[in-house]
């Protein structure tokens, strides 16, 4: 039915920052099992990006959950966090200091206006599941001309990772049902909405080429078209070590695997 769907459906906006305490909990609790295979797949890319003891910006880094799982697998890295949550800040740094986390920071900004003491010099710009939060196109250049223009200076790599927005607001509900039955009520219900509020591939392709982003690699699920991708090799060759594989669920592991294995046009193991 999606595929014999031919328009997008309309997008419908999601508040920008996610400040509801109970959301956030919920957000932060449900990495371990329910959201492990799309840290697992975004950390272990991610890091064939970033050369030894190289520096990620992560920006709408919400908890850090999957900061905290970058830093886990790739313990020389040091990654700083930037959301405008002060609830998603807190919670991060309180993790942080529960686990010893010290190459992990949390730093309140906003990602279509960052300052330069914020950006520092990053070997990777990433941005995950945050760019549909944006209210609309213009906020979303800016967004993305904020990551075009640390890649210009800084010669930064580039992981930007989304939900594609289905044509049917069926779809995603019967995604959810086969892979995330454990997801709670209100995890459920911001999934849902996140996904409604998403960019079409078209949509995102056009905002990048706005924004002087459009070199970039175009990395999709060819099965079921939920998730887009967009990236680039930084300019320093990455020559990244092996991924430290951190122990997660066997079922975690299954679905990281078969998230990958859909994905189109990933970053080679050798960076
Ligand atoms: C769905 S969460 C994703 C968090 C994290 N990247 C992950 O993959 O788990 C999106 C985050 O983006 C943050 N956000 C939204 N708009 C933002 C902005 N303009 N600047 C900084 N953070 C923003 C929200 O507060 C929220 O924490």
Redesign the pocket.
């Known amino acids: 039915m999606e595929r014999a769907t031919k328009h997008p459906r309309d997008r419908v906006p999601e508040p920008?920052?996610?400040?509801d305490v109970e959301g956030v909990r919920a957000?932060h609790e449900a990495a371990q099992d329910v959201?492990m295979p799309?840290?697992e797949f975004?950390a272990s890319m991610m890091s064939r990006l970033v050369p030894e003891g190289g520096r990620v910006l992560?920006?709408?880094?919400?908890s850090g959950?999957?900061a905290a799982h970058l830093a886990a697998g790739r313990p020389d890295l040091t990654v700083t966090c930037?959301?405008?949550?002060e609830p998603?800040l807190e919670t991060g740094r309180a993790m942080a200091d529960k686990r010893s986390l010290d190459t992990v920071e949390f730093v309140a900004?906003?990602?279509?206006s960052l300052d330069d003491a914020v950006v520092g010099r990053p070997d990777l710009v990433s941005c995950?599941?945050?760019l549909h939060?944006?209210p609309d196109r213009d906020t979303t250049v800016a967004?993305l001309t904020q990551i075009a223009a640390i890649r210009r200076e800084h010669g930064s790599a580039v992981w930007l990772f989304d939900f594609a927005r289905m044509r049917r607001d069926a779809t995603m509900r019967a995604l959810m049902e086969v892979f995330t039955p454990g997801a709670g009520p209100q995890l459920r219900k911001d999934a849902l909405a996140?996904e409604a509020a998403a960019w079409t591939r078209d949509e995102m392709r056009e905002m990048l080429t706005a924004a002087g982003l459009d070199d970039l690699h175009e990395s999709y699920d060819r099965v079921l078209e939920t998730y887009q991708v967009w990236w680039a090799p930084g300019e320093r060759a990455a020559d990244a070590p092996t991924w430290g594989q951190p122990s997660i669920s066997r079922d975690a592991a299954k679905v990281a695997q078969l998230i990958t294995g859909a994905q189109t046009d990933l970053p080679a193991a050798d960076g």
């Open positions: 920008m920052v996610m400040d957000f959201q799309i840290y975004n992560d920006l709408g880094s919400g959950q999957l930037v959301d405008l949550s998603m900004g906003d990602v279509t995950n599941w945050t939060q944006l967004a996140s």
